[in-house]
């Protein structure tokens, strides 16, 4: 579980979702809409009582006997009253429940209400964070904070600087003796004086330093041969310096300008995104169209019944779906996407998603 902007995260990890709807039975599925600030908890509440209450209905419809549903559902029923933890949310709450099985995990994404009750967990909402999708590395650097982000499209986590220097201060403690210029408009918009030395502009001088060291530290931190994506969040004269003395290779070319040293995660997130979207695009075009030859040449489908029975055998290598799932339309195939994407991840294989795709889904196929 963690915690910032995002509200409470809890671990992204569904690997034993994926184990449990291997074994047969009936799955449920509960998916509510929750508030970051936790001030819509009732609301929330209430959704998940409704479909509890619809649930139970269902069940008994099935030939579920009445003692068997409650004891299914009393977790969930049990969490409905944990007014503590209905305060402390994220942006959406999926809850999975078989026989003698519960897990409930706080999203950091915006979903729509659901309940799905069948053979298969409803997983499908879920795809742009299951998805292998690419990541960024954030840094954001100001003198007072130095901060190192991992973010995927949906979350981001600040990483241990371990030997990069957390703040101007770290870097230069033998300061050279200064010389004010108290000339008539030396002190700025800020009232602050320029200071100038033997060596010229001493404060420029200075700044160098920390942010070579920064950036030294972030390439051996990082390493010189790695290609994911590195954001600068900074001045705006800090990037080509920045860009001159750290040797990690994929540094992108413009930065989150201004100082970042009160930003919120998030919104770092969301605007590092919005600056390599174009860049993405074209690699999310590039590689669709080489899945798309693939399919085309046999070597992989477009359609949903054949991804679906494909993946069942395990023979997706890569299964492509639209970043948006509500793109699948229509009930048959949102259950033969959400087959698609259980037996493509039960079985090793990797998940994508796209913001254009001009079919539901796509596959490669291993043979």
């Given at each position: 579980?963690a915690?910032?902007s995002?509200g409470?995260?809890?671990?992204l990890?569904?690997t034993?979702?994926l ?7 009936t799955?449920i599925t ?6 970051v ?8 509440v209430?959704t998940?009582?409704?479909q509890v209450?619809e ?6 419809e099935q030939?579920?006997?009445e003692?068997?549903i ?5 977790p969930?029923t049990?969490?409905l009253e944990?007014?503590?933890y209905?305060?402390?949310?994220s942006r959406?709450?999926?809850v ?10 706080r ?5 729509a209400?659901s309940l799905?009750?069948d ?7 879920l ?6 999708d690419?990541?960024l590395?954030?840094l ?5 904070s130095?901060r ?5 499209r949906?979350v981001i986590?600040?990483?241990p ?6 703040s101007f201060d770290e870097?230069?403690e033998?300061r050279?003796e ?5 000339r ?7 009232g602050?004086?320029s200071?100038?030395?033997p060596?010229?502009?001493?404060d ?10 920064v ?18 969040a ?7 310096i920045?860009k001159?003395?750290c040797?990690?290779?994929?540094i992108?070319d413009?930065a ?6 009160h930003?919120?995660?998030e919104?770092l997130?969301?605007?590092a995104w919005?600056l390599v ?10 590689e669709?169209d ?14 949903l019944?054949?991804?679906a029975?494909?993946?069942?055998q395990?023979?997706v290598d890569?299964l492509?779906?639209p970043r948006d799932?509500a793109?699948?339309?229509g ?12 037996g493509?991840?039960g ?7 796209l ?7 796509l ?5």
């Open positions: 579980m915690r910032n995002q409470i995260v809890d671990p990890d569904f034993s979702v184990e449990q709807n291997k074994t047969p039975g799955k509960f998916i509510v809409p929750t508030d600030t936790g001030q819509n908890d009732e609301v929330s209430l998940l009582k409704n209450k649930a139970k209905r269902r069940l008994a030939g579920m006997r003692a068997e409650a004891t299914s559902l009393k969930v049990d969490l944990d007014s503590s209905w305060r402390l949310q959406s709450l999926i999975f429940v078989a026989a003698g099985f519960f897990q409930a995990v999203l950091p994404i915006e979903l209400e799905s009750i053979e298969d967990f409803n997983i499908l909402p795809a742009p964070v299951l998805a292998s690419r990541k590395y954030i954001a650097l100001a003198k007072n130095v190192l982000f991992d973010s995927t949906n986590e600040e990483l600087l371990e030997d990069i220097p957390g870097v230069v033998q050279p200064r010389v004010i210029d108290v008539a408009g030396s002190a700025g918009t800020q602050t004086p200071y100038h030395g060596d010229g502009d001493v420029r001088q200075m700044t160098e330093e920390f942010i070579y060291a950036g030294q530290a972030v390439g051996g931190r990082l390493g010189k041969a790695r290609s994911q994506i590195l954001v600068l900074a001045v705006e004269e800090y990037l080509p920045f001159e003395f040797p990690y290779p994929a992108f413009r989150i300008a201004g100082n970042p040293e930003a919120i995660a919104d997130r969301s605007n919005q979207n174009s860049y993405e695009e074209e690699k999310e075009a590039s669709l080489k899945a798309g030859s693939l399919a085309h040449g046999g070597k992989g489908s477009f359609d019944t054949e991804i029975e494909a993946a069942s395990g023979r890569t492509f779906l799932t793109e699948i339309v009930e048959d195939a949102r259950t033969l996407a959400n087959s698609g994407l259980l493509t991840l079985t090793g294989g990797r998940v994508r998603t913001g254009k795709i001009d079919s539901e889904a596959a490669t196929f291993r043979y």
